[in-house]
């Protein structure tokens, strides 16, 4: 072999995947870590209409805590993210779990939860606002039944409408959830539920001793997607109720929006957002050290 074929086989082999990959690690730098920086930045100042880049300290963090609003979306945020990830993880399991037995048609299933994914979360909330509404949907159908003194108006009542949209997420996104669960159950070796089964293990003992166990890393990732969409269901909520009635479904992202783009108070809205970052990272942080800490015991 020549020098020069030598150079460049070691120029296609080191230098040319660092200059592909090159402009995509320059955008995620700029686009995604250089923004995070701006925003933190704009969290310490006095910006309002328009960025300001004087150093102000803590004052729109010591603003955005005095500030009932803010507590009462993370509140919501808390609930709706507590109840969506629950139920999508219980469902999504469940039904994959059905799946899993080789029924008849499982593809055609497959199809009918997973097609909620496929649509946006502004379709999600459109279409969930007509059926909630009293007027319009499942009330009104009640009525149409002979049911004339049901209620289900928990769109406007201020106590349940948070609850209307966890049923609107738990709706879209349980499927998502069931084929990522159906993937890991279809990765899990025959041998060992064979194995299991000769030993006299019953079905329900071989998915929990066994199966469920086995998948620990598909919950972790399910955990830290569900938890992502939670954190950022701005579309679903502005489609579903907008944040109404009064401030009963209004989310940190509503907060952050209104303050940040339509109040007039830049400064407050990047300290808003620079809080939900932080709420994030402390709910997904642990999850991932854990996994760490597992695998090098392993």
């Given at each position: ?45 006095n ?21 009932d ?19 999508c ?6 039904t ?32 969930w ?24 108006d ?40 064979k ?54 479904t209004d989310?940190?992202?509503?907060f ?5 783009f339509?109040?007039?108070?830049l ?16 709910v ?15």
């Open positions: 072999m020549t020098v020069n074929s030598f150079s460049f086989s070691r120029f296609v082999d080191v230098t040319l995947p660092k200059v592909v990959i090159a402009p995509t690690a320059l955008a995620c730098l700029v686009g995604f870590y250089g923004f995070i920086g701006w925003t933190a930045w704009l969290s310490f100042t910006s309002h209409m328009l960025p300001h880049y004087e150093w102000a300290g803590f004052v729109q963090y010591v603003e955005l805590f005095g500030n609003r803010w507590w009462q979306a993370m509140w919501n945020l808390g609930v709706f993210g507590s109840l969506f990830i629950l139920i993880l219980a469902l999504g399991l469940f994959a779990v059905l799946l899993d037995q080789k029924i008849r048609a499982e593809g055609a299933l497959r199809t009918i939860y997973l097609y909620p994914m496929a649509l946006s979360f502004i379709v999600t909330g459109t279409a606002k007509w059926i909630l509404n009293p007027g319009l949907g499942i009330e009104k159908l009640l009525h149409d039944w002979g049911f004339t003194g049901a209620t289900f928990w769109i406007i009542n201020p106590h349940y409408a948070i609850y209307t949209v966890v049923i609107a997420g738990v709706w879209q996104s349980t499927g998502f959830v069931m084929a990522l669960f159906l993937a890991g159950l279809r990765g899990i070796d025959d041998s060992i539920i194995a299991a089964q000769i030993d006299g293990a019953s079905l329900p003992v071989i998915y929990t001793r066994i199966i469920i166990p086995s998948l620990r890393p598909v919950f972790l990732s399910v955990f830290m997607i569900l938890a992502h969409i939670a954190v950022k269901s701005f579309d679903l909520v502005m489609a579903l109720t907008g944040g109404g009635p009064g401030f009963a989310l940190p992202s509503i952050m929006y209104q303050h940040g339509t109040r007039g108070q400064g407050l809205g990047a300290a808003s957002a620079m809080m939900m970052l932080f709420t994030a990272a402390a997904v942080m642990p999850f991932l050290y854990s996994e760490l800490m597992r695998d090098r015991r392993g």
